[in-house]
């Protein structure tokens, strides 16, 4: 059971456009949403969270969107760089101090 | 910034063995999380500690166990080693006093098993 779901396994984009990566969630009691990128052979490196009480966190490039709703957040990178290519997971979680869980990841390339 | 470290990187075990895997979260952290990470697989949550305690626990197996000693470093034992338990293991520290307790990453252990 795929309780956090990013359907789109990869995902290229030209230097320079908007990368938006998609992230869909089931379980209505998560809390707080966290994005997180990967390179091969490192641990996830945090990106950018959001709470459940906001729909918005702009950190620089990076902008999450979260539709409570529709249970479904979005990263926004603007402008893409050839260094944002790696492999990104949205987490969730339901409280403070409680596991994350992770969507399957979306493997962004930016082509110069 | 201190992050978490996480040793050995890589470690080769045979069928049957044990093995080791030891974490240090970033000082002042106060709640250390394992996760296990499959070949083209999402993490997946083992267990955590939060003062030394165990706070939760996911799909670990009963050959698996852990603790969190006074210096706040955890370790995950690993007993009766299957080829099915090569995979990375990432460790992660937060602070609960940090308003958002996001959780950080170490750079994994790939325990690869013969």
């Known amino acids: 059971d795929q309780q956090v779901k990013q359907n789109s396994p990869s995902l290229s984009v030209q230097e320079g456009r908007i990368s938006i990566l998609n992230c869909d969630y089931t379980?209505?009691?998560?809390?707080?949403f966290l994005w997180y990128k990967k390179y091969p052979a490192e641990g996830p490196t945090f990106l950018i969270s959001?709470?459940?009480?906001?729909d918005k966190n702009e950190d620089g490039r990076f902008t999450v969107f979260l539709n409570k709703s529709a249970k479904h957040l979005s990263l926004h990178i603007v402008p893409s760089q050839p260094g944002d290519s790696a492999v990104y997971f949205c987490?969730?979680?339901?409280?403070?101090?409680?596991?994350?869980?992770f969507g399957e990841g979306t493997q962004l390339t930016v082509n110069p | 910034a201190a992050g978490v470290i996480q040793s050995p990187r890589h470690l080769i075990k045979e069928k049957r063995e044990t093995a080791t895997l030891k974490c240090y979260p970033i000082?002042?952290?106060?709640?250390v999380y394992w996760y296990q990470q499959g070949p083209g697989q999402d993490p997946q949550f083992l267990i955590s500690?939060?003062?030394?305690?165990?706070?939760d626990k996911g799909s670990i197996p009963d050959r698996f166990s852990a603790q969190q000693f006074s210096d706040y470093h955890s370790e995950l034992n690993m007993s009766s080693l299957e080829l099915g338990d090569s995979a990375l293991y990432f460790c992660?520290?937060?602070?609960?006093?940090?308003?958002?307790?996001?959780?950080?990453f170490g750079p994994g252990t790939r325990l690869t098993v013969l």
């Open positions: 987490a969730a979680r339901e409280t403070s101090g409680s596991r994350l869980t």
């Open positions: 992660a520290s937060s602070s609960r006093d940090s308003g958002t307790d996001t959780q950080y």
């Open positions: 379980n209505s009691m998560f809390d707080y």
């Open positions: 959001i709470s459940s009480i906001k």
């Open positions: 500690f939060y003062e030394k305690m165990q706070s």
């Open positions: 000082p002042r952290h106060d709640t």
